[in-house]
């Protein structure tokens, strides 16, 4: 069984909403680019799948437009692509100096 993305898990209905209203609907992925793009969905940047402790934490989440999430995922495998391991590989847990080892 995986994380509750349902609109039954309010609590994770109400931290979408306030990524996506910090993030001004924009697309943060796109904006490393120059581009402006609309936001429509909230990625766990550390897999909840791998790290279910960071599920709820702010600094693990970032607004992006549908295909900026479809690259960040290997929809075949479950996995991270290349483009969404960087992404993880920059975001360091607070208080850990260091960050996690990856997932083998």
Not at 48 to 65: C, G, H, K, M, T
Not at 71 to 88: C, I, K, P, V
Request: glycine share 6%; hydrophobic share 30%; aromatic share 10%.
């Amino acid at each position: 069984m995986g994380f509750d993305y349902s609109e039954r898990n309010r609590r994770w209905q109400r931290l979408r909403a306030r990524v996506l209203r910090e993030s001004e609907y924009r697309c943060q992925y796109a904006k490393r680019f120059g581009r402006r793009e609309a936001a429509s969905h909230v990625h766990h940047i550390w897999p909840v799948e791998d790290y279910p402790e960071f599920a709820y934490e702010r600094w693990n989440l970032i607004a992006l437009s549908q295909a900026s999430h479809n690259a960040m995922h290997d929809r075949a495998s479950g996995r991270l692509t290349a483009a969404g391991e960087a992404l993880r590989r920059r975001t360091i847990p607070p208080g850990s100096g260091r960050g996690k080892s990856s997932p083998s």
